[in-house]
């Protein structure tokens, strides 16, 4: 039988990998599960850490949290530099939000009314200065915002450092699937087991296995928070080598549809992004790749001439209220990380911190408490166009 831990961490996503090297950078001994760390919606994501652009109506209690949530990130990129040597991307670039029409620029302004009243961060920009801050832009803009304190990580090269933070740190990292949790006689959550058949003991069961959380066998009704699958599908085209494309992120409305362009300090651009309602599913549909394409190109007419590097396509967990699902369970020694939605990446330093001073006697940080993990939601889902 595989040796105890005093954590076993169901998920190898940023969220199960940032709460695993985190605990493990507290002292206590840590095993990760998952059958491809860091390969699932973690690396169909563009990285944003967009406090302020994804700050929307309905949504006032989140604003907090995703503000807590950025202000955690220059100090976590950091110490994960520092503990493996390797460029995680974290860079200050602000996003610059976009309108393609009357519409969408009377959309902008009325979100940026609402960001502002939230305290948020951001201003008004006339079409001229849209493209002062991001030449490459359509003379078709009408103009749009400027939001300052929204940043990006390089998703891929974050993960890739967490692994290896993870790995420095003496985190166990198992490729496998966990299938359900064991629990013990007083019905506390005991250990995990494997799609291969294995037991993996341990003190606490953190689940961090974002859409694969539901799937979790094991447990009494009710203890896994509702999370459903939000596809979405992304693009990375190369623009220039070795050079950034524009500076700032790029968020535009286009006919009423979003469309975010994330250009990379080595000359790549991530176009995202669908959300779609279809379940399990990740194959690579023509059509969402036809629409970003075009809505990109219309925003930024020189995306016709850069090379198609990838098209792929993840699962965001939602949650009913579009809020994550952080803390302990009504099952003893279990505790859940998932629902993080669009935000996986601004909420992962704050959801791993919280997780780490959970599992050594600590309080969950304030801006996470109000989104314990055993809260009932409403069913009424709040959508998302993009
Ligand atoms: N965070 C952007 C997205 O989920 O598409």
Known sequence: MAETTDVVVAGGGVIGLAAAWETAGRGL???VVDPAPGHGAAWVAAGMLAPVT??????????????????RWPGFASRLQDATGSDTGFRTCGSVAVALDASDRAAIDQLLDHQLRLGLEASRLSAS????LVPALSPAVRGGALMPGDHQVDNRALVLALIEGCAGAGVKLTSDRVVSVSLDRDGAAA???????????????????????????????GVVPPVRPVKGHTLRLRAEA?????????????????CYLVSRADGTVVIGATSEERGYDTRVQAGAVHSLLDDARLLLPAVDEWELLECIAGLRPGSPDNAPFVGPTSVARLVVATGHYRNGFLLAPITAEAIAEHLTGGEIPAPLAAFRADRRVEAARSERPS
């Open 242 to 258: 070795g050079r950034e494309a524009f500076p700032h992120t790029v968020r535009g409305l286009v006919h009423g549809r979003h």
């Open 29 to 31: 001994s840590v095993r």
């Open 191 to 221: 250990g995990v087991v494997t799609e291969s058949g294995e037991l993996f003991q341990a003190g606490t069961v953190v689940l961090a296995a974002g859409v694969g959380t539901p799937q979790i066998g094991g447990l009494p009704e």
């Open 129 to 132: 200065e849209c493209r002062a």
């Open 54 to 71: 994804e700050s929307t109506f309905g949504e006032e209690a989140l604003a907090g949290l995703f503000v807590a949530a950025a202000d």
